[in-house]
């Protein structure tokens, strides 16, 4: 599990938790454990992050991040995540490492959420890969905190570049946020149990 899908299952247990009737919890988590970076893509040292990329692959990596900005839904510039500790690989790790990450939930009634993911990662082998996904909150009878109902995962090797793959996880992810934002769409889809009344 990467760090950035901790955070997701983190938010999505506390939601569990205010459903059933327990008192709120704070959220503020300190976050220097994992050395996150956080801000607008402007701020992504791109050049650290990928050394190896040209000035056209950054400024490909730059419109493809423009246009998830555009298809955010509250007009923000989307808040990304970046961690230049794994720049190297680190090797097989028992979670992903994430370079760099956006998470853009949205809240909706009755305690429910979707939550959209679009990253660059390394794989167990040491290739780096784009990760998109779209999940809900669970309401199954054994709570698994979320489910991905649709995802992509593109390893970056010779037949995908990293601009074309963090394209397609970019044009993937702009798809998933103008379809319906409602989470029992999306559950429905996946043949998941529908929301539970609180």
Not at 19 to 39: C, F, I, K, N
Not at 149 to 165: I, K, N, Q, R, Y
Request: net charge negative; with cysteine.
């Amino acid at each position: 599990m990467n760090v950035l899908s901790l955070v997701i299952v983190v938010r999505m247990l506390v939601v569990w938790w205010e459903r059933r009737g327990g008192r709120p919890l704070s959220l503020a988590v300190e976050r220097t454990h994992d050395r996150l970076m956080r801000g607008a893509f402007d701020d992504v040292p791109l050049a650290m992050l990928f050394p190896r990329l040209s000035p056209a692959d950054v400024e490909s990596l730059e419109q493809a991040a423009s246009a998830v900005d555009e298809a955010h839904s509250d007009g923000d510039k989307a808040e990304w995540e970046w961690a230049l500790d794994h720049v190297v690989f680190p090797g097989p790790q028992p979670w992903t490492p994430v370079i760099l990450g956006l998470g853009v939930i949205e809240h909706a009634d009755g305690g429910d959420q979707l939550e959209f993911l679009l990253q660059v990662v390394w794989t167990d082998l040491g290739q780096l890969a784009v990760d998109a996904a779209v999940n809900v909150a669970c309401w199954c009878d054994t709570d698994h905190a979320s489910h991905d109902v649709d995802a992509l995962g593109l390893v970056v090797g010779h037949e995908t570049s990293l601009p074309h793959a963090f394209q397609a996880g970019a044009e993937r992810l702009i798809g998933w946020l103008t379809d319906p934002r409602d989470p029992d769409t999306w559950r429905a889809r996946a043949a998941l149990p529908p929301r539970q009344p609180v």
